[in-house]
């Protein structure tokens, strides 16, 4: 059977890899003594798979990861027989049988909340660099693949960028952006862009994953 997991990655945690959860994870089934299947072959590995993986330094309460177990087992005894044994920052919120659900590989949009200092009072430079990135058909930036450099409009990728609030702690940023197969882009990015149409540096606060979800343009499918 298949099993889903949502699970937060803390501050506590926020500066490990994506590779470090993954092993985190492979320690906490051993140790919660969890029924979990591993793959055939020379080096066996447990059958998990995991959301696209966080940019480092990004907090998040919506990271999920599927997990294949050789017996039935309920899903509340993976969570509390987890929780009990993984770390302080890494928490499981939810789980659910997924034999029958979206595959997390078909999750394509994520909803991040960026908050930036606004020690010069920037927040109209700010608003118009957002506007301008709106209006734009065309904004290239260089990207690294396994086969060098290349240009990628980050237009198709951007779905939504707003300010949520602005106070003296700073200003709150949300941004709806791809991720996964089709493309994806990360909200440093997207500061670092505001920040060449603005002339202005943005100091960062913190970056917040708030959901992952599928989005067709009309409605947004959650893993859970």
Known sequence: ?????????????????????????????????LPI?????????PKMTFTPALPVGTTS???YMDCEFDEEILPRDVMIRLNNVLP??????????????????SLNAASYVVS??????????????????????EIFIEKQSKSGAKQVNIIPLIYSIE??????????????LSIGQE?????SVIISVLERIAGFEFE??????????????NKKIFPI
């Open 1 to 33: 059977m298949k099993i889903r997991l949502k699970f937060e990655k803390g501050h506590p945690v926020m500066f490990i890899s994506h590779l470090d959860v993954i092993r985190v994870f492979e320690r906490a089934f051993r140790r919660a003594n």
């Open 37 to 45: 299947s591993y793959t055939k072959g020379f080096n066996p590995r």
């Open 61 to 63: 309460c919506s990271e």
């Open 88 to 105: 302080i920052g890494i928490k499981i919120l939810e789980a659910e049988v997924a034999d029958n659900k979206l595959p997390l590989s």
């Open 116 to 137: 930036i200092e606004d020690g010069s009072n920037n927040e109209a430079k700010l608003r118009n660099a957002i506007k301008e990135v709106e209006n734009s058909k």
């Open 163 to 176: 300010v949520l609030e602005s106070n003296s702690e700073g200003i709150k940023i949300l941004m709806k």
């Open 183 to 187: 493309g994806s882009i990360s909200p």
């Open 204 to 217: 960062i606060n913190y970056i917040f994953r708030r959901e992952i979800y599928y989005f067709d343009g």
